[in-house]
């Protein structure tokens, strides 16, 4: 009897302590990410030219209609899963490889810790400069191409040609972005028991075995996790393309954001950005509920 | 134990972050002593305020040189300008898209030249034309027509660019090109297109390519490229500002992209040129830009030499970029008189030297060669822009859709390009269908916002 | 046995040596910014076809020296620290307690929480920068200290990530804490949130570079000198035609230095958190 009133009387604050704990985070969220969003799917059904303002005009689902007809639409689409698809895989396991080569605490693991993350501490501005130049299709200005020329290989156009752009952006953006995951891993690592390494060790298992059978299976959880946030920085890819092939050549670098930017600020269609922003919304938040489901089941 | 620190930690940080915040609040206000590139003036105070992007030190101290010079002489009607650290033009464009929205826009805006037509055609800056009646005739007819939209007076501008065929005289001879010949051309017999390509030819070695064509992805190749289409018979867009159709896709046009393709598809010219290309010796020549004198004087290593901007076989008109950022004054301006008072002072013929001494551009007043400061550009490469400005520089179309189609008529360049790079041809048909679409995209734009 | 013991060595060379290469492959675009940041401007696009480019020529502090002369460097500094430091105060506390809600406490429509951070971690920012703005204003807080943090609190990546790391502690901690008589608010603070110093660690270290990065939003929201933040400054030099590389370089030297401190100070929380602090045992 007392343990049961001492059960509910825990339900109850729990419940409570639910509600408390949650409020402030759900409020601001509502406050500055769900307003605006609505603002968004506000503004999508009207034509409104971003110099003025005060002079939109509602033109009912126009922008939809558009829409469907844009082909420069679907493309960024197709560009975004395509980007996200490749460089989510690529990405994740190279960010797993670096975490596993500085978990264990060493001499100098903090130094090889700094470089693995020294991408991300660098301005994509000037990473992206960096690299536009490294893939310079000149053997004569380019980096790599200078390598392949004295490698007897013919010098190849990275980013001029629309067959490999998309591909130089992904291998320069799982190499810059892979130092975030990196830490993400380095933190679901630190919280595998010990003991347990110790156990497989004394069991005669190989490092891959404990690899496999300590690491891989403590470390579900943090691999769901960072898969699902990749995949969604993935799907947000902008700053690439917008330095280094303003989504060219022939739109193959052109992504969703990239296009939605362009659109409401470089070309002032702000309406038509939104109705863009409101589908792509919507078709992003449908693939990550139906992962996280996927996912969270068991 | 550990919660306590944990806590104690916590409420350090918070205490310390407000704290600091509370101290650069109270730095905040005395902001005006400025080498430094941000406020100069009070912007509490002030009437008129001024936003122009952030530049070099020598213009940052011309500003709070002459807001001081002005502020002493009028204390009533003080002005303020703040500095705007843009990343790129499109990120200043989004500033000012912004403060539109919440009517908060100072009473003064730079913007660049050809973009003066979007924000007059949008009614976000207001005519001027009366405060520069009796001086206009002084400025530059490049810089008139730039600024002037629908009859009016809507910007002004201190400064000017441009944009001619500079050439590596060390390279040229190397390769046995006639650079006497070059050095003597004037603006009446200035270098052809073929004459280009030949030099090109020529000079495209192991080591270093023909030319340099300039390949920013942006407002660049509108910009430097646009006197090609003139020369050869078509603008981008018509004098009316209405329609692309005929023009940016016009058999001349067609031709003209064909011809510059080419050199590209020929590995005359790089497709992706690194920044300073020419400079570095990686190109022979280059079409390159009025501000890349100060940096050759500077730093090349090697004899070089600039000649006008080439002209279309066909024709031989002498036509050359120009346009520079311009001050106009915006619809949220509060004491027009005021402001445009200032402005005409601001853009005085002795300001407008110093200024463009600072910022090492050509001036727009004639009268402005006069003053000491200017006397380099008397004669050599300055002089040569100087010429070309005051004979044959022809404005970007003056359109409000213009950002729509130099956004894509930049992206259409680079599928151009990319194409002729990849294939080592060029293909008439697909340069035209790029063609079409800038021109049907622009036709949009101007149907949906500017056409009735 | 001393077969072993030479054995031993030669993987301990092994592997410093293949960490240093890969590392040095990480850490090149730094290399090549600082070398850059010494060089003339003249000098900074040459030789890009050999690894010369990576050794600064003639080299100089005289763009360093620019840079302090054109930017109070100090203030930009104590700007971008304050505002960074005050989101992420909040940003640790008010995300973590709402990752803990989600991961351990049993209410009505806690799923329905969870599914709207999932979703609304997607929407990008660059979507929604005119209606953020037009809300600012309307709330009167274009241009000030509110507006660069109250937006930027909660943040559905921080709300996931601390979810994901709570839901790994073991249900019997915080039960045997409960029947210690601890309420659930207490067991958070007394006892989960000590043993988590690598996640809250983690989260500050990537939302601190997140914020560092941070141009778009300062800038379309902040006008003048007495806010400006780093990126800003560091945007100033690029200034109109030409673009002059050698100082945006050295400011984005000086830019990254605090970061990397950061980066090496926090790292010391990176400790074998749950395992080594007794939950098991």
Redesign the interface.
Known sequence: MAKTEQMSG??R???I??????L???A??I???????I??VY?SVF?Y?????NDITFIGFENYHKLITDSDFWISLKNTFYFTIVVVPVQCTLALA?AM??SKKFK?V??????????????????A???????????????I??LLVNLGLEPI?F????RTAMNSIIFMSA?QGA??QM??F??GL??????QYEAASVDGATPWQQFWFVTIPNLK??I??VI??TM?QA??L?TQPYVM??????NSTKTM?YY???Q???????GY?CSV?AV??VI??AM??IL?KITSEE | MKRKMLCSGLAIMMASSLMACGSSQSTGGDASTGTEGATQGDMDDAVITIWSPSDKESIENWWAEKIDEWNTAHPDMKAAREAIDRSDSYAYDNKIATAVTSNSLPSIFFVDGPQVSYYAANELIVPITDYFSDSIDDFDPATQAQCTYDGELYAISATQSGVAFYYNKDLLKECGVDTDDLDSRTIDNPITWSEMAEIAEKCTTDSYVGTHIIMDHGEGIPYALEPMYISEGKDYISDDGTTADGYVNSDESVKTTAFLADLIAKGYANVDPITDEFLNGACATELGGSWDVATLEANATFDWGVTYYPVADDTHKAVSPCGDWSAAVSKDCENVEATGEFLKWLMNTENVASYADAIAKPATRASAYDEECMASYAEGPRALFVEQLQNSAAPRPRTPSYATFSTDYAEAMSNIFSEAASTKAVDESYIKEQLDSVADSFAEDYNTYYAN | MKSLKTQKALQKILFYAGNTIIGIIFVSPLIWMISASLKPEAKIFANMNSIQTFVPEDASFDNFIEVFRRVDLMNVFENTITYILLILVFDLLINSICGYALAKFRFKGRKLILSFVVALMVMPMEAILLPMYIEMSQLGWVNSLPALVVPSIAKCFSIYMFYNFFKDIPDDLLEAASIDGSSPIRTFFSIVMPISKTVYATVFILDFVAHWNDFMWPFLIMTGKENRTIQLAVQSFFGTQPVHYSAIMASLVLSAIPMIVMFIFMQKYYVEGIASSGIKG
């Open positions: 825990r339900k604050d729990e419940r302590a639910g509600y408390v704990f949650s402030p985070a759900v601001l969220l406050a500055f990410l769900v307003v605006p969003i603002y968004t503004y034509q030219q971003v110099m003025r303002p670096l080569l500085v100098g903090s130094v090889f810790r700094t470089m693995y993350f020294s991408p991300q501490l660098t301005s994509m501005v000037v990473i400069v960096l690299w536009t130049v490294l893939y310079n299709s000149n053997p004569n200005t380019g980096l191409n200078a156009n980013l001029t040609n629309e190499w130092g975030y830490m993400i380095l933190a630190q919280g595998i028991p010990r003991d959880g943090t769901k996790y699902m946030i969604i799907m947000k902008f092939t303003q989504g060219g050549p022939r954001v939605i930017y362009t409401g600020f470089q070309k002032g269609n702000f950005a922003a792509f919304f992003v938040v990550s509920l996280q």
